[in-house]
């Protein structure tokens, strides 16, 4: 468990953030008891892509996102179990708390920001049924899945011509950019919500 720092005379910094639902979630050390699925979908409803340099009326927010690593992953892994399609969709449900920092900013902030996310993530997938690590297969293919999409995003949304955007993220082989439209965050969260409860369910 990460020690919790103090703040003052021996005062400890609250470590926990109360969510819309009542719940207040540990951040140190994640309960799944904690980790309500509204919550998730609200908070990457709200949560920006690139920082917010993007095109359009809305941010391109991680919910979005989500939907389309999943759409995605579907798309390689066509016979895939549900609980895998899970997984996929809630690849980065951890920024829910912590926000989409941009990769450049994650390599400058270092290892405590990994292990807080990571715990995250396992409390996450334990709190919907699957496993805190996931198997190589599944997560290498998921992570498959993010990298096309960040490279689709950059082409689309956020300003990289073709050239620039494959030098940095690789273009995609065997895959079409699909059309991505931003959606307003309530928009977005119901999208989220409604494909989590079809694979919840399935």
């Known amino acids: 468990m990460m020690k919790i720092p103090k703040q003052g005379k021996d005062k400890p910094v609250r470590a926990w ?22 919550d998730i979908a609200h908070g990457l409803s709200r949560v920006a892509r690139w920082n917010g340099q993007t095109i359009g009326p809305w941010p391109f927010s991680v919910a979005q996102h ?4 999943l759409a995605i992953y579907d798309h390689l892994q066509p016979r ?7 997984a996929a969709l809630l ?3 951890a920024e829910y708390v912590v926000g989409d920092l941009i990769s450049p900013f994650k390599a400058a902030v270092g290892s405590d920001y990994k292990g807080l996310e990571q715990r995250l993530d396992n409390a996450i997938r334990l709190r919907f049924g699957i496993p805190a690590l996931l198997p190589e297969g599944v997560a290498g293919n998921i992570k498959r899945a993010d990298r096309a999409s960040a490279y689709f995003e950059a082409i689309s949304v956020a300003g990289f011509d ?10 995609p082989r065997n895959l079409v950019c699909p059309e991505i ?5 309530s928009r977005a969260k119901r999208a989220f919500l409604d494909r989590f409860r079809v694979l919840a369910l399935g």
């Open 17 to 38: 953030q109360r969510m819309l639902s009542g719940r207040r979630l540990d951040l140190l050390d994640p309960s799944p008891l904690d980790i309500e699925i509204e």
């Open 66 to 69: 989500s939907l389309l690593v």
């Open 80 to 86: 895939a179990e549900a609980r895998w399609r899970l």
């Open 91 to 93: 690849h980065d449900a």
């Open 162 to 171: 073709v050239a620039e955007a494959g030098r940095i993220f690789e273009r």
């Open 181 to 185: 439209r931003q959606l307003s965050p």
